[in-house]
Nanobody, 127 residues
Framework: QVQLVESGGGSVQANGSLRLSCAAS????????IAWFRQAPGKEREAVAA????????YYADSVKGRFTVSGDKAKNTVYLQMNSLKPEDTAIYYC????????????????????WGQGTQVTVSS
């Protein structure tokens, strides 16, 4: 199993920026995709972005393309989500998730691909 801890959430005004961190520990060799999901009050959880930890390919939901960036630090076993130009609709609890890609080279923006989840970190964007 892999343990994930998110951090970096907080409150920010619209057009501001935040950087979320997802620190992984445990048997990290058992996963090759790390993704970010979010869930706003009253809404279903949705995928935001993902990264293949071996080849560093990144994937983004249309709603965040051009604003959010996924990156990683292998030495720290940490994946980041840099969020720029934040909008009130970005307000949600953000979750980090890890899993083993069923296609080896591709990470999917789908919750079923991930079986390791962090506790979540709150992001609030005010107007």
């Amino acid at each position: 199993q892999v343990q994930l801890v998110e951090s970096g959430g907080g409150s920010v005004q619209a057009n501001g920026s935040l950087r979320l961190s997802c620190a992984a520990s445990g048997y990290t060799a058992s996963i090759n995709c790390i993704a970010w999901f979010r869930q706003a009050p009253g809404k279903e959880r949705e995928a935001v972005a993902a990264m293949h930890t071996d080849i560093t390919t990144t994937y983004y939901a249309d709603s965040v393309k051009g604003r959010f960036t996924v990156s990683g630090d292998k030495a720290k076993n940490t994946v980041y989500l840099q969020m720029n130009s934040l909008k009130p609709e970005d307000t949600a609890i953000y979750y980090c998730a890890a899993g083993l890609s069923t296609t080896y080279w591709t990470c999917r923006l789908a919750s079923g691909e991930y079986n390791n989840w962090g506790q979540g970190t709150q992001v609030t964007v005010s107007s």
